[in-house]
């Protein structure tokens, strides 16, 4: 924050750069890629290359590295949603494929925990297919997931957060163990479940057909993500991708979700740097940046802050800001919109159905973990 320039390319198009205090997020520009990602990129711009071949050989490096069966990179985790979903729809049959998103005859719908909708669930229907829930608010049984499957079940979703993993809804290890005796397929949403090591790809290791992660959360470019899956999965995902359209001249719902050359060799050298860098280093500096943020807001009359203790994901640490607005006189919305309109803007958010803000240091360059706090703390101070 100290330089002139930064935002400088912004601001020449009149646009309004911001300090991102609410982490790896889409709206913001999701990551930035790390030195050694930018340097393969930089030699991926050398040469072309049939991007078949690309996607085939980047996918076996980065099964190998991960330890699952096969992968494949993507636009992003929600294209690899859309693209699984169309695989267990149209499989390998071309015909179907191009029929998409028309799922006349084929089995179109995909089951999914009442407790388990979210934002992103969207991208399993791109494809033509129809949302099924089981299940209720309160909880799911086994038997609510035999009962729910039926001759057009084409999947079960699951959505896999291990760092806040839900006790009243099914297992992932009863959904595979249901699903599969039914010669069902199971998805799983795992975009931000890369560390520990051992949780990464760790969904497939259990025996689900297919998983999802963003890319973005380990430095790679934001339009990346990975699709991890059985050998049988990933071969029928790929048909539906942008370079089968291309490739094969066969007209697959994947062909707007497309990956440059230089993305894809980014994400490979994403993948190759997570599974070798130093976590505790990485995990030490976050710790400095969010008890950076907090310092200045301790002993404020009417704000009460804590360090959140979680390393498990892509987002490690954090602060949590919660505000009395009787005795500070400004709500936590008031404060997320303060800061908006502050120079430069900092952006943060309040959780849904929340009183208090959270923030995060992933988005965080050098300094500006100390302004944030200063920012904040300077407004109960009016």
Known sequence: MATTEWGSIYKELGATPVINATGSVTMLGGSTPAPEVKEAMERAEGAYIPLMELEEKAGTAIANMVNVPAAYITSGAGSALTLATAACMAGDDDAKIQQLPDTTGMKN????????????????????????????????????????????????????????????????????????????????????????????????????????TAAKYMSSPQST???????????????????????????????????????????????????TMNHEERLAETETKCRNMLDPLRGIAGVTVELIDNIIGHQPYGVTLEVNSSVTGISAHDVVDLLKAGDPPIWTRVREGDTGIVLHAFGLNEGEDKIVGQRIAALFRK
């Open 225 to 275: 993500g990975l699709a991890f899956g059985s050998e049988d999965m990933i071969r029928k995902l790929a048909l539906q991708s942008f370079v089968s359209y291309e490739g094969r001249r066969i007209r697959g719902v994947g062909r707007p979700q497309k990956v440059d050359r230089q993305e894809m060799v980014g994400a490979v050298a994403a993948v190759r740097r997570w599974m």
């Open 109 to 212: 719908e995909v089951l999914i925990q009442e407790r388990q909708r979210y934002w992103y669930d969207r991208c399993l229907e791109l494809a033509g297919a129809k949302l099924v829930m089981f299940g209720n608010a309160g909880g799911t049984t086994r038997k609510d997931l035999e009962d729910a499957i039926s001759p057009d079940t084409a999947a079960v979703h699951y959505y896999a957060v291990a760092q806040e993993p839900d006790p009243q809804a099914l297992s992932l290890e009863d959904t595979i163990e249901i699903a599969h005796d039914k010669g069902v397929p199971v998805l799983v949403d795992a975009a931000g479940q890369i560390y520990p090591l051992d949780l990464f790809g760790s969904y497939v290791r259990m025996g689900a057909d297919f998983q999802c």
